[in-house]
């Protein structure tokens, strides 16, 4: 069997390049597919730590579960957010949304 | 543990070396007499006009962001259906309350057009 | 879980589903509201969250262990659905005129804030990671919605955005850390993750690293230094109704997110946790304090004096490791934002009265001479930062004097004394604010909406009223939180 350190590497790789795009990148997209990124590393994390840790226990997998949805529901916020921006300044760069000072 | 991944490792050997191989004789041995018609994305289809990278109406991500709204929601009812015996009564009533609240949410974006051409 | 269990976890967290369901049925009857008549949808939205307050207030003393473990009704989670509660129905009261004035008159506002505060609820009671994750995003995504309410203006839909980008990041960095938590003990339950710590089942380098992350996704939603950059914009871009009640709410129900989950679970890494939350406290107000000097803007400055307050509201966690001074800490915090709810209200409802359309007279140049003009809301103005600067006998004394003396019986004395300079630092802008209404000359515009002026003044005589009987209020305070 695949040693659990194995997912655990894979999740924690996975959630730094999703870390990478949300601080590097600038456009909000690119920014968003991070934070996607940033969850399905979670994903991972919880499913890997159900089957090694406590296989009895479905909590892990239901939380997964319960990660998807909420995701679904954050990117339908943000598809909507972007473009009701993107259609007054042709742009989601977040260099260039810079009415206020950061 | 890694002798038995031996089959898959050698299985994805030989399908992308497969692959490789019928597009490597494909390359050396057929014909090429490239014509613009030929280079066409749709060669049969519809004559393309104007760039690929056109505006879309804004419609078309309204219907996306809903569809991944609803389409989502799919996950809580696979593993309700896995176990909805042993769940009985209880579980269908859970459902329902689940699904009732997915319709207000429903019927809200109905009613506010969302769902119209125009 | 059978029928009757359910029945009688539902009666526990009846609140809760009475908001849940009015802002469903709610969502549907606004369909039917004309635009000229949202006011109907704003008193339906008071009146929904009034039942809840009332169910709540009448069985305060109710404690009960529902869900499988997963949801805990204590003395903690009553007193905080009352704050979250009262901030929902305040919140309605700003927004009523405001929304009109500033032509945003949408129904699902009403909604939204409904669902937010739903959200809050889930997070006062919740004992179970996964609910805690549940309810951070019930509250939060309403919130990136309500920021951006005000589109096509374009601050508004920066401020959603930036708002957005922060929180969802947040929440991932939450979750990770919810994910290595679960690994470290098997378990997401509270109870269950002290069980496993005690033990010695629990592999604590993972745990530790679960806890650091759970404590910097949920230091970027109550805003603390270094986590705190999205504040001042967001809360300037967004209507200033929904900042007045996004500072309020969001700040408590992610305190009490913290509070829930390091009292419970960790208090075993103490060891390892105490020291990071004593740097994140100091750094957190002085910067705040310090920088909130240079604001001219009156949203900046009132978000930079939130980043503050964070401080001053983490102060009381910092000895929350000892056996014997924890339940002084929950209480002293608990107290803290409540104080903190009161005055930023008073502020904020003097900033709408004040606010013109186009995001005008929002400068502090805009409140000179506010005394001559309207007495009344200089007054308010005047009580509100006098309790921010911690002047007694107001409510915010109290607050910085009940966390104050918890840090000490912690013996934490060097904290406390960054604390009082930085309370003493606050005073000049504070000040600054009285002094453009009082000793300076302008030709200030104001609003008389009576909603507005009801909520303004009802909660400055609170401010001075509850600061002299706040001996009941600390000891509601101190009910304990049911392990």
């Given at each position: 069997m695949i040693p659990l350190s194995w997912y655990l590497i894979f999740a924690a790789a996975l959630f730094s390049i999703g870390l990478f795009a949300v601080l590097a990148r600038r456009n909000a997209i690119v920014i968003l597919m991070g934070i996607e990124l940033m969850l399905n590393a979670v994903n991972i994390n919880l499913v890997a730590f159900w089957r090694y840790?406590?296989?009895?226990?479905i909590a892990g997998q239901v939380f997964a579960v319960m990660v998807f949805a909420v995701a679904a529901a954050e990117v339908a916020v943000a598809l909507a957010i972007f473009i009701s921006i993107y259609r007054r300044r042709r742009s989601v760069s977040a260099d260039e949304i810079d009415l206020m000072k950061w | 543990m890694p002798q038995e991944y031996i089959p898959i490792a050698v299985l994805i050997i030989l399908a992308t070396g497969l692959a490789f191989l019928v597009v490597a004789i494909g390359h050396l041995f057929g014909p090429r007499r490239p014509t613009q018609r030929k280079g066409q994305?749709?060669?049969?289809g519809m004559r393309p006009f104007g760039p690929g990278t056109r505006r879309m109406p804004v419609h078309f991500y309204l219907v996306a962001v809903l569809f991944i709204l609803f389409d989502i929601e799919v996950v809580f009812f696979l593993p309700w259906a896995i176990v909805f015996r042993q769940l009985g009564l209880f579980g269908l009533i859970e459902m329902i309350i689940f699904i009732v609240i997915l319709l207000v949410g429903y019927i809200y974006a109905w009613k506010k057009g969302a769902f119209e051409w125009e | 879980m059978n029928l009757s269990n359910a029945s009688a976890s539902l009666n526990a967290i009846l609140p809760l589903v009475v908001v849940i369901l009015w802002a469903c049925a709610l969502l549907l009857v606004d369909l039917f509201i004309t635009k000229e008549r949202k006011g109907l949808t704003a008193l339906l939205a008071a009146i929904g969250m009034l039942a809840s307050l009332i169910i709540t207030l009448a069985r305060l003393d109710l404690e009960a262990v529902v869900f499988n473990g997963m949801v805990t009704v204590d003395g903690f989670s009553n007193f905080l659905t009352v704050l979250f509660l009262g901030s929902g129905i305040v919140a309605v009261a700003l927004s009523y005129d405001y929304l009109k004035r500033m032509g945003l008159e949408k129904g699902e506002y009403y909604v939204l804030l409904l669902f937010t505060v739903s959200g809050m609820m889930l997070m006062a009671v919740a004992s179970d990671l996964i609910v805690v994750f549940l309810a951070l995003e019930l509250l939060s995504i309403p919130l990136y919605v309500l920021a951006g309410i005000?589109?096509?203006r374009l601050d508004s839909e920066e401020s959603s955005l930036k708002y957005f980008l922060l929180g969802s990041f947040s929440t991932g960095i939450v979750v990770y850390g919810i994910a290595l938590v679960f690994g470290a003990?098997?378990?997401?339950?509270l109870a269950g993750i002290v069980d496993a710590i005690t033990a010695g089942s629990a592999g604590m380098g993972l745990l530790v690293a679960g806890a650091a992350m759970l404590l910097i996704g949920l230091g970027f939603k109550v805003a603390l230094v270094p986590f705190h950059m999205w504040t001042p914009d967001v809360y300037q871009g967004a209507p200033s109704s929904v900042t007045a009640f996004m500072a309020i709410g969001a700040k408590a129900a992610g305190f009490a997110a913290i509070l829930r989950i390091f009292i419970q679970?960790?208090?075993?890494?103490s060891v390892d946790l105490t020291p990071v939350l004593w740097v994140l406290a100091a750094l957190t107000m002085i910067l705040g304090n310090v920088v909130a000097?240079?604001?001219?803007?009156i949203k900046r400055l009132l978000a930079y004096s939130s980043i503050a307050n964070a401080g001053y509201i983490l102060l009381a966690l910092v000895?929350?490791?000892q056996s014997d001074v924890a339940a002084d800490s929950v209480a002293s915090a608990l107290f803290y934002l409540l104080a903190y709810a009161f005055t930023s209200f008073t502020a904020w409802s003097v900033v709408i009265a004040l606010e013109q359309v186009e995001?005008?007279?929002?400068?502090?140049?805009?409140?000179?001479?506010?005394s001559r003009r309207y007495p009344i809301l200089a007054l308010t103005m005047t009580v509100a930062m006098l309790s921010f600067t911690g002047v007694p006998p107001t409510l915010g004394f109290l607050g910085k004097f009940y966390v104050f003396r918890t840090l000490l019986e912690g013996g934490f004395p060097g904290l406390a004394v960054i604390g009082v300079v930085t309370s003493l630092i606050s005073a000049y802008y504070y000040l600054r604010v009285v002094v453009y209404m009082y000793m300076r000359e302008g030709e200030p515009q104001a609003i008389r909406d009576p909603w507005l002026y009801i909520a303004a003044t009802a909660s400055a005589i609170c401010l001075v009223v509850l600061g002299i009987f706040s001996q009941p209020l600390f000891a509601w305070a101190s009910q304990a939180m049911l392990h």
């Open positions: 840790v406590n296989p009895e226990l | 994305p749709y060669e049969s | 005000a589109t096509p003990t098997g378990t997401t339950s679970a960790f208090p075993a890494l000097i240079a604001q001219r803007n000895p929350y490791g995001g005008k007279g929002l400068e502090l140049e805009d409140y000179a001479g506010l």
